[in-house]
């Protein structure tokens, strides 16, 4: 933990230096935030944003709240008023902070009155069939669905499917990929969604930690090569194997 | 030929919503018996409860609700049924679960009890709800009684004359085995209650998350897993195989459930495998129309 | 504004302290904890005295019915005379305390004893009664089904012992003393600590004394103070929805019968939940039952059916092989799905024992065995080392935010 936390402190040090040498591969699902965008103000719909089944204390939240503050941006270029559902009391005042702020820094305050940041109900599954009954009623044109989410995901996706939206959705919940490829346009996957508010932002910072990341990846995948090689070798529970006796305990 | 398969490609929602509903429905109307193979994560889960130990109890974390009732009850009620058939005493709560789930599993508690004659308070204790995981897990581990100061009734656990059971029980060396029963059961427990790793752990969770859970089996920190209602289905056919007539499977849902899901994932198969051969035909179909000149021949 | 969030930062730090409090900081000072092996215990007692009567001892073994309860007298809010809970290390000699034991369930009155429903033999000391385990009041003659408390009121503490404990330290007998503030942790084989009461530690029981950090006595402060807090928003939320609604009612805006079934949905719930507490067989448990079995059960049931049909709508239009990777996910996805299912066991089962391995439902096994771990590892590797990077952003207050 130590030594990953150095690592990622030391690229963000490099990448405050020099910016432009960090690189992050394109991510699809993030690259058709303006083509969402851009499709409600075509149509004069509404933008959804459902940030997840969880509160601020679950980082992936915390990431779609950063995926929220650039989506909010954009919908006050173009004028689009937003939805945000929610089944978490706590998250209501937190999502209109954030956009607020967003349209207060574009130079659109009065964007606000016609957004809505709406609590449905504590129980995830009736907040997302509250979620696709106003896809339907408010005629949705683009839903975004970023955050945690459980079961219930496929009861969101399916609605904005069946109301005709176009979706973008990012989670770190491996069973709920799945679903959310089956019914989504868009699909930003597992580790992806810690990566948007670095990808959407630029910000130097932020790139440095993701690069920090991937080589603590690629410093837990030496280990585990290693790990591996020296199983094969030596064979599990052998005293010898003093790699072995390093990680037990 | 060519023309009714690339229909297939296109098939109406609602289509596949009245198939579905029609074949799910087929085997409560008809009831079909059909052969079971256990698994392997069942049957270690089974042998471990089976285990009587003298003056532990076995905990169970009962966190569902009825969204995931399709399995986790049929599950919930495969453990209780084991537990009072065998008389071992249980122990069982929920943790940052639905206010109702103690209600939940107390109701099957009390079903269970009226057909082996087991009575609360010695056979066994609903402790109620609790929240704060996963330091609370910790906590539990440590102490029972200063996490769970009543029962979910509001008996004081320290009344022993009322919970006889509880006398002996303070903390997770007086667990044989957990069970979290939950949809998608939280794997801080394997870390948290017992940080020795020497009690056994157990989940019971719904088909879907099961996947996640398979490398904590690999590595030996999970004994043992209920899949879903195929796993309450095997759990149920132990029961059978081991106590014969003096299991009372009436009412139990596992098997009962498992033949309209069988059918189910067979209407599943056939559609994906149709959608396939419509988008096949469709391309054929393209491909000769744009043989003859964009005409169909 | 500063105000309010001056109070949302106080309120925060109070809830992470009892985590604080929980992990970081340990039970007893280090440098002033002794370790050793348990050779003997003298249990904590109490001596106390009523009037001119002899003194009675109290000893704190076990939990349960017989650990004496310290009650003190104080006074509430309105001045009204009240018993106060304590601990034996806020009572010292001279203190004025009620003491109680029970409660007994009594089977059967033998002689000037009772005994009770495990079978125990309970007799009054000098200056104790009985009192009625439910309203307090004193009774003068124990009889069967009763349930009973022992207690001897308004006596005069004379001394505490909080009792003493013999370590072998290093080979050599030591005997310490416990005083008010000694924790006593009970250490695993693997070193991991649990704090227990005295009499539960054993000869032979590896032992850490020592004094208790001041923090360890407020964890269950910390505990309570949220819970306190957590009460409160409920209670206002209810009050701010009721205002809200009822205002909507009286004005006949438009969407008023809406209110009409908050209001209702209000009523229902705080009785199902009031009638969770009552008597099994009574009308209340029936009416909670059938509420929260019958009805919540039954749409909860069906709101998740949904997505079954969802799914296999989902499954026909997404799954489709146009790749030779979906091609291979598709195959793997068939065998998982068939194999998991009678109808697997019974395409493969006729191969024999012999060929098991082929059979469906271990092929679906072997699945999620070996590639499905091992591509779980790596995905969780990868969302833990996100998630910590994000986290350490946040914590170093490096993430852009809105404001």
């Known amino acids: ?216 990846k690629l410093i837990l995948f030496c280990l585990l090569a290693l790990g591996v090689v020296l199983s094969t070798i030596y064979g599990i529970g052998n005293p010898l194997n003093g790699f072995e006796r390093l990680f037990t305990y | 030929m060519l023309n009714l398969l690339a229909r297939l490609d296109v098939v109406q929602r609602k289509t596949i919503y009245i198939v579905l509903f029609v074949t799910a429905a087929i085997p409560f109307l008809v009831p079909i018996r059909m052969p079971l193979y256990i698994w392997k994560e069942t049957r270690n889960a089974f042998t471990i409860t089976s285990k009587r130990q003298p003056k532990k109890v076995v905990a169970i974390c009962s966190n569902w609700v009825p969204g ?43 079903r269970q009890a009226r057909r082996y004659g087991r009575v609360y308070g010695r056979d066994w204790v609903n402790l109620g ?121 009436s009412g139990m849902r596992g098997q009962k459930l498992l033949v309209p899901l069988a059918f189910g994932h067979l209407v599943i198969i056939f559609f994906v495998i149709a959608g396939n051969v419509g988008m096949v035909a469709k391309r054929r179909q393209k491909a000769v129309e744009t043989q003859y000149g964009g005409r169909r021949p | 504004m500063k105000s309010t969030r001056a109070i949302t930062i106080g309120l925060t730090f109070v809830a992470g302290l009892y985590f604080i409090l929980d992990f970081i900081v340990p039970p007893t000072f280090p440098g002033a904890s002794f370790q050793g092996v348990v050779a003997t215990t003298t249990p904590a007692s109490m001596v106390v005295r009523s009037g001119t009567l002899p003194p009675v001892t109290y000893p704190f073994l076990g939990q349960g019915n017989m650990r004496p309860q310290i009650l003190l007298a104080e006074r509430d809010v309105e001045g009204l005379p009240k018993l106060t809970d304590v601990p034996l290390r806020q009572v010292g000699p001279g203190t004025l305390a ?71 330290e290093n080979g050599k007998r030591v005997v310490h003393h416990l005083g008010n503030r000694t924790v006593v942790m009970k250490l695993s084989r693997y070193g991991a600590g649990s704090e227990v009461q ?111 049909f969802y799914m296999a709508a989902a499954a026909y239009r997404a799954f489709r092989v146009r790749t030779g990777e979906a091609a291979l996910m598709m195959t793997s996805a068939l065998i998982v799905m068939i194999g998991q299912t009678p109808f697997g066991f019974y395409m493969t089962s006729w191969m024999g024992e012999r060929y098991s391995a082929l059979w469906l439902p271990n092929i679906a096994a072997w699945i999620f065995r070996v590639p499905n771990t091992a591509v779980f590892r790596g995905l969780v590797f990868g969302i833990m080392l996100g998630a910590i990077a994000t986290a350490l952003r946040y914590w170093l207050s490096m993430e852009r935010s809105a404001s």
């Open chain 3, 98 to 168: 009620t003491v109680r034991i029970g409660p007994f369930a009594v089977k059967s009155v033998d002689r000037a004893a009772v005994v009770t429903a495990v079978g125990m033999r309970v007799s009054l000391s000098p200056g104790q009664k009985w009192i009625e385990g439910a309203s307090n009041e004193p009774v003068a003659v124990p009889r069967p089904e009763m349930s009973l408390l022992i207690e001897q009121a308004d006596s005069r503490v004379v001394r505490t012992d909080p009792g003493s404990i013999e370590l072998i």
């Open chain 2, 68 to 110: 995931s009732q399709s399995e986790n009850w049929a599950q919930y009620e495969a453990i209780v049924a084991q537990c009072m058939i065998t008389d071992t005493p249980f122990i069982v709560f929920a943790m940052d679960a639905d206010p109702m789930a103690p209600q939940f599993a107390e109701a099957i508690n009390l």
């Open chain 1, 1 to 216: 933990m130590f030594v990953f936390s150095c690592i990622v402190l030391w690229k963000i040090s490099v990448a405050k230096r020099n910016p432009d040498k960090v690189y992050i591969r394109p991510i699809a699902g993030l690259k058709a935030i303006d083509e969402a965008v851009g499709r409600a103000a075509e149509l004069g719909g509404p933008i959804l944003f459902n940030p997840g089944t969880d509160d601020f204390t679950n980082i992936q939240s915390l990431a779609a709240l950063g995926v929220l503050e650039h989506v909010a941006k954009k919908c006050a270029v173009f004028g689009i008023p937003m939805i945000i559902t929610t089944c978490k009391p706590v998250m209501v005042p937190i999502c209109e902070d954030v956009i607020r702020s967003a349209f207060d820094e574009e130079g659109r305050p009065e964007l606000m009155h016609a957004s809505d940041v709406l609590f449905i109900a504590t129980a995830s599954d009736l907040a997302a069939l509250g979620a696709a009954a106003l896809m339907l009623d408010r005629k949705v044109s683009s839903v975004f669905l970023f955050g945690s989410y459980d079961y219930t995901s496929l009861l969101c996706s399916e609605g904005g499917k069946l109301a005709g939206c176009m979706q973008i959705a990012g989670t770190a919940d491996y069973y709920q990929i799945p679903f959310f490829i089956a019914s989504c346009d868009y699909v930003v996957m597992a580790e992806e969604l810690f990566a948007c508010a670095s990808y959407l932002s630029r910000d130097p910072v932020m790139m440095g930690s993701i690069a920090g990341q991937d080589y603590g």
């Open chain 3, 198 to 308: 005295l009499d539960e530690a054993k000869a032979g029981d590896t032992i850490q004394i020592g004094p208790a950090t001041f923090f360890a006595d407020n964890r269950d402060a910390a505990a309570q103070f949220n819970l306190v807090v957590t009460t409160m928003a409920f209670g206002i939320g209810l009050l701010s929805l009721g205002m809200v609604h009822s205002r909507i009612l009286i004005e006949r805006r438009p969407g008023w019968s809406l209110s009409v079934f908050f209001f209702a949905a209000v009523i229902l719930g705080v009785t199902t939940g009031i009638g969770k507490y009552a008597n099994s067989g009574s009308q209340m448990r029936a009416f909670s039952d059938f509420v929260v079995l019958r009805i919540i059960s039954s749409v909860s049931s069906a709101v998740f059916s949904l997505l079954a």
């Open chain 2, 129 to 249: 709800l609790t929240r704060g995981a996963p330091l609370t897990m910790g906590a539990i581990g440590r102490s029972v009684k200063a996490v769970f100061q009543s029962d979910f009734q509001h008996t004081p656990t320290q009344d022993f004359e009322k919970l006889p059971l509880m006398k002996d029980i303070r903390d997770v060396r007086d667990f044989s085995c957990l069970w979290v029963v939950d949809y998608q059961p939280d794997s801080n427990w394997v870390v948290f209650l017992d940080p020795t790793t020497k009690l056994p752990v157990l989940f019971a969770c719904a088909g879907i998350v099961s996947t996640g859970y398979y490398p904590y089996i690999s590595s030996g920190q999970l004994k043992g897993m209920m899949v879903g209602t195929r796993g309450a289905a095997e759990y149920e056919e132990l029961l059978r195989q081991t106590f014969g007539k003096a299991f009372d499977d």
